[in-house]
């Protein structure tokens, strides 16, 4: 499994120091440090500026080829008519083999990321909303 990422929102305007720091050229500015070292920031592409692209664009580079959603933004991903991907959704903990060894594994090629969207929930009454029983 990939380490765990973490997110920060800075007011620049109140901390010029940083804005300085990082050579941040407008707002907002999104900088993500892959490997946790400043000197390697990455700019995000210019498509990525809705809270959903940033996200995809995040979880490919770090090497998660699903995220975790709640039950009410799966279904506005499957309500979502812009969304012209198969979305494949995983219900159940994240701790089972099923979903480590199994659902990310087939998760991981970059073909199917590119045709599919993959998701996973943890809310087992969600699971049991759709008919579905989630893995332990």
Known sequence: MSPPSFFAKVDATANPQLFERYEMLGYPTLLFFKTG??????????YAR??????????????????????EELQKIRDDSENNKFVLAYFGSK??????????????????????????????????????????
């Not at 070292?37 to 210019?46: G, L, N, Q, R, T």
């Not at 692209?53 to 959603?69: G, L």
Request: glycine fraction near 2%.
């Open 95 to 136: 701790k089972n083999p099923m979903f480590t060894d199994t659902f990310l594994k087939f998760a991981e090629d970059e073909k199917r990321q590119e045709q599919m969207l993959f998701v996973h929930v943890e809310d087992e009454n969600c699971a049991a909303s759709k008919g579905i029983e989630a893995t332990p």
């Open 50 to 71: 809705t809270k959903d692209k940033i996200i995809q664009w995040v979880m490919k580079e770090i090497d998660i080829p699903s995220r975790a959603v709640s039950c």
């Open 37 to 46: 070292d400043p000197d390697e920031k990455m700019d995000y592409p210019d």
